[in-house]
């Protein structure tokens, strides 16, 4: 047999045939050869696999534990104490830290642990409840807007730009100077029981929320729509279209729950930015009214006293950004773990 | 690229003017107007004012005259603060002075941020990136009124080496700049290098190291200027970002711009005042957008701004 040119260059390419298969080749497999088939990884699914991903992320599990802690801090924390964030203590006005007031107390003699622990809730919560309404109305319209496409994408993107244009800081501004009294004025005349416990919250926190529901659910939404658009193309969309499902189905059953993990990244990164907006609004004089209070307007309240109570302002200024850099660690932990293909 | 500009400036006219409206109507929200919290006023007294400056009419026509006036320039008077001074001539003689601030902190966040962001790329995986980039995610993290505040505690009242309020000498201008340009810097930063090391793997960039031209010159000639681009989109935020900033800044450093006139305001409810600057402010911040949207489209003619970049 005349031997290729390539086999002459490349010896090993020839296959020796008899090498390959023997004569026990043939006979069926023993039950020895059987088992070494059987995988004996178990299969890992897609938040497993995330999981471990984010667990090999140092940094990001560093700031997940800081995260926790401040929520310990926040939550639990003003059981375990004594006072009050609105009692004003006569007597003991301005006190410096101590036993009995770890960080002392303010000029109306409250008590400034616990006020810490409350400001901490409140900016945690609002931090996570204007997320939660960017991610509805973002991937809603984002979905809806991707999975029609055409004109209805062309029309609502128009709107989605337009949004994206305005100086969202400026509107909230406006927003929360504009709405306080409305607000308060609504709270006042409701006698539901529902509002009113929402009214100890401040009318702020509410023109703060509006603000997200009305501004900055757009990047989400846009987010959103280029999956959707991506998603859209595949086969079990089609496969769902050709069985008669309606667009409304597609969404819920198939699209959304395919972006979840774009969902959650974006949500998460959402927190730390609310969290920033209501401590500059309440540094501003427009955030959460008193007596309740968050990390931003204790700072802001602190700064009356900068000379001599300097600690006051650092308590909250260190936790408020504590809390910002480790959400944003966390967040980007996220990313990395459940959209491996985004990591740089 | 005509139409593209044409569309752009379309596109920010139709901003201001939503801008406008949603001011005026937030504005009408407001229960009695902006008279009710002065001296209680007589019924008659209270009308001729209303009058006066047109409260009494229908809220349409008032949104139309509001408008109308826009276009002429004119933001209507104050009625508070400096009762009856014209709105426009008041941001005039503060706005000078933020501006100054703000374009100061824009070029000193910009000429620090680009080379952290290089530094960062080229000693990428080493100590030095490290270092840089713990230094910029806590500057991005930290908020503009932190960054004030401890700077003022601690070269103003502790080591009181430097003017703690105002802006009369160029040793006032060091803390108000660096509270101001502090994020900013660090999100270049950020930026620069992240898109950095997206141009060094492109291929023009093996070209040149193939060509046998030293690192140096292949970072700073070539890849720099691409890797600029995107810095480059980031100057509209970043203006919104230094006004907004501002506002924080110059109430801190008791500084007589229009950021703490507009903060003042708003606790003083001179509802002209608020609706003014509010509309000038975001139509600056639109202006500046059109203007590096347009500049983007220059620079980078492969860029396609009239579709949806996903």
């Known amino acids: 047999?005349?031997?290729?040119?390539?086999?002459?260059?490349?010896?090993?390419?020839?296959?020796?045939?008899?090498?390959?298969?023997?004569?026990?080749?043939f006979n069926p497999a023993t039950e020895n050869e059987k088992e070494n088939f059987i995988e004996t990884k178990e299969s890992v699914t897609y938040w497993q696999e995330a999981w471990r991903r984010f667990k090999a992320n140092k940094v990001a599990m560093i700031s997940l534990i800081i995260i926790a802690i401040i929520v310990i801090f926040a939550f639990i924390g003003p059981l375990f104490s004594p006072y009050d964030y609105s009692t004003q203590i006569r007597g003991s006005e301005n006190l410096p830290p101590?036993?009995?007031?770890?960080?002392?107390?303010?000029?109306?003699?409250?008590?400034?642990?616990?006020?810490?622990?409350?400001?901490?809730?409140?900016?945690?919560?609002?931090?996570?409840?204007?997320?939660?309404?960017?991610?509805?109305?973002?991937?809603?319209?984002?979905?809806?807007?991707?999975?029609?496409?055409?004109?209805?994408?062309?029309?609502?993107?128009?709107?989605?730009?337009?949004i994206y244009s305005i100086p969202d800081v400026l509107v909230v501004l406006l927003l929360t100077t504009a709405l306080k009294e409305p607000l308060q004025s609504m709270f006042n005349s409701s006698s539901s029981d529902f509002i009113k416990?929402?009214?100890?919250?401040?009318?702020?926190?509410?023109?703060?929320?509006?603000?997200?529901?009305?501004?900055?659910?757009?990047?989400?939404?846009?987010?959103?729509?280029?999956?959707?658009?991506?998603?859209?193309?595949?086969?079990?969309?089609?496969?769902?279209?050709?069985?008669?499902?309606?667009?409304?189905?597609?969404?819920?059953?198939?699209?959304?729950?395919?972006?979840?993990?774009?969902?959650?990244?974006?949500?998460?990164?959402?927190?730390?930015?609310?969290?920033?907006?209501?401590?500059?609004?309440?540094?501003?004089?427009?955030?959460?009214?008193?007596?309740?209070?968050?990390?931003?307007?204790?700072?802001?309240?602190?700064?009356?006293?900068?000379?001599?109570?300097?600690?006051?302002?650092?308590?909250?200024?260190?936790?408020?950004?504590?809390?910002?850099?480790?959400?944003?660690?966390?967040?980007?932990?996220?990313?990395?773990?459940?959209?491996?293909?985004?990591?740089? | 690229m005509?139409?593209?500009?044409?569309?752009?400036?379309?596109?920010?006219?139709?901003?201001?003017?939503?801008?406008?409206?949603?001011?005026?109507?937030?504005?009408?929200?407001?229960?009695?107007?902006?008279?009710?919290?002065?001296?209680?006023?007589?019924?008659?007294?209270?009308?001729?004012?209303?009058?006066?400056?047109?409260?009494?009419?229908?809220?349409?026509?008032?949104?139309?005259?509001?408008?109308?006036?826009?276009?002429?320039?004119?933001?209507?008077?104050?009625?508070?603060?400096?009762?009856?001074?014209?709105?426009?001539?008041?941001?005039?003689?503060?706005?000078?002075?933020?501006?100054?601030?703000?374009?100061?902190?824009?070029?000193?966040?910009?000429?620090?941020?680009?080379?952290?962001?290089?530094?960062?790329?080229?000693?990428?995986?080493t100590w030095v990136d490290n270092v840089l980039r713990v230094f910029t995610t806590i500057g991005v993290s930290i908020p503009g009124f932190v960054v004030a505040t401890v700077l003022l505690v601690i070269f103003g009242v502790k080591l009181s080496i430097l003017p703690t309020m105002g802006l009369n000498s160029f040793g006032s201008y060091i803390m108000p700049v660096m509270a101001l340009s502090l994020s900013p810097m660090c999100y270049v930063g950020r930026l620069t290098r992240s898109s950095m090391l997206d141009v060094i793997n492109q291929e023009y960039i093996r070209t040149a190291k193939a060509k046998g031209l030293s690192t140096k010159v292949v970072i700073f000639k070539h890849a720099l200027r691409n890797s600029l681009i995107p810095v480059l989109t980031y100057l509209g935020p970043l203006t919104a970002n230094i006004l907004t900033g501002g506002f924080v800044v110059e109430t801190v450093f008791s500084i007589p711009g229009l950021g703490r006139y507009f903060v003042q305001s708003i606790s003083n409810r001179d509802y002209p005042i608020i609706m003014g600057t509010t509309i000038f402010l975001a139509s600056f911040v639109v202006f500046m957008t059109l203007i590096v949207d347009i500049l983007y489209k220059v620079v980078d003619p492969r860029m396609d701004l009239s579709k949806e970049a996903n």
């Open chain 1, 1 to 25: 047999m005349k031997k290729s040119k390539w086999s002459v260059i490349f010896p090993s390419l020839q296959p020796n045939i008899e090498k390959l298969f023997t004569d026990d080749s």
């Open chain 1, 98 to 162: 101590s036993w009995e007031h770890p960080f002392g107390t303010d000029g109306l003699g409250r008590d400034l642990l616990v006020r810490t622990m409350y400001g901490t809730r409140v900016s945690l919560i609002i931090g996570v409840v204007a997320s939660l309404i960017v991610l509805v109305i973002g991937s809603i319209y984002g979905s809806i807007s991707g999975y029609c496409g055409g004109k209805v994408d062309n029309v609502m993107m128009r709107i989605v730009e337009l």
């Open chain 1, 197 to 344: 416990g929402l009214a100890t919250l401040g009318p702020s926190l509410f023109s703060i929320f509006i603000a997200f529901g009305l501004l900055y659910w757009v990047s989400n939404a846009r987010i959103i729509r280029g999956q959707v658009i991506m998603l859209k193309q595949q086969e079990y969309v089609t496969a769902a279209k050709a069985l008669g499902a309606k667009g409304s189905h597609i969404i819920k059953k198939h699209l959304l729950p395919n972006c979840v993990g774009q969902l959650i990244v974006t949500t998460c990164l959402q927190i730390p930015s609310a969290i920033f907006l209501e401590s500059f609004l309440s540094f501003l004089g427009n955030g959460v009214s008193a007596p309740m209070t968050s990390l931003g307007s204790l700072a802001s309240d602190a700064l009356g006293g900068i000379y001599s109570y300097t600690y006051r302002l650092v308590i909250p200024s260190v936790l408020l950004s504590l809390l910002i850099l480790t959400l944003n660690l966390v967040g980007d932990g996220l990313r990395d773990a459940l959209d491996p293909k985004l990591k740089k």
């Open chain 2, 2 to 125: 005509a139409k593209y500009i044409v569309k752009r400036i379309v596109q920010a006219f139709f901003v201001v003017i939503l801008i406008a409206c949603i001011t005026f109507f937030l504005m009408n929200m407001v229960p009695g107007g902006p008279f009710l919290s002065e001296k209680a006023l007589s019924p008659e007294v209270l009308a001729a004012k209303e009058a006066k400056y047109g409260l009494d009419k229908p809220l349409l026509v008032q949104l139309k005259n509001y408008l109308l006036d826009l276009l002429k320039l004119d933001l209507g008077v104050s009625f508070k603060m400096q009762i009856n001074r014209p709105v426009l001539t008041i941001i005039m003689e503060m706005f000078p002075v933020s501006c100054k601030l703000g374009a100061i902190s824009l070029v000193w966040a910009i000429l620090c941020g680009i080379p952290i962001g290089c530094l960062a790329a080229y000693y990428r995986g």
